[in-house]
């Protein structure tokens, strides 16, 4: 046998080696490593950063927003959220609101302060927002547009400059 060969041959030896001490025998992937697995050494001078705390929030307890919809406090539907607006500070402050319309048509989106919603009622991914605001309110609201000044329709129906000050 000549020396391409030989080569050939330990190539595929060792191929089918690791994939037989894996317990695999159909093709190569990647062994996860184990979830404490210590940090990698960092070179003399830097240090390693802690590992990330974690949260666990009970199915009760949160809800997601976006996409759900949001009613007056006298069960008139406002719309429904389609985005969350937040400062620089990572605050949240407003929400984005798609109002009015059939099925996008027609439809305007206006930006309400975060405080002028209640998540007390949601329970369910089916369940509402309420929002401290009649339907007139959000109809003289003026529409948000993606790059322009925000305007934010606060929980009195005042309307306010959304500041993102340093």
């Known amino acids: 046998m000549d020396s391409i060969g030989v080569v050939v041959l330990t190539v595929a030896l060792i191929f089918a080696a690791t994939h037989v001490m894996a317990g695999d025998t159909t093709s190569p992937q990647a062994i996860p490593a184990p979830a404490n697995a210590p940090a990698a050494a960092k070179p003399s001078g830097e240090t390693v950063a802690p590992p990330p705390s974690i949260t666990v929030i009970g199915p009760a307890d949160a809800h997601g927003v976006l996409g759900r919809d949001v009613r007056s406090s006298s069960g008139q539907n406002m719309g429904r959220i389609v985005d969350v607006i937040v400062d620089r500070t990572g605050s949240?402050?407003?929400?984005?609101?798609?109002?009015?319309?059939?099925?996008?048509?027609?439809?305007r989106k206006i930006v309400v302060d975060w405080k002028a919603l209640h998540f007390g009622a949601v329970k369910g991914a089916t369940d509402n927002i309420t929002l401290d605001l009649t339907q007139d309110q959000v109809k003289a609201a003026p529409e948000y547009k993606e790059g322009a000044p925000v305007v934010v329709l606060g929980a009195s129906g005042t309307l306010q400059p959304l500041r993102f000050g340093p």
């Open 92 to 107: 949240v402050r407003a929400a984005v609101i798609d109002f009015g319309g059939f099925l996008g048509v027609g439809s």
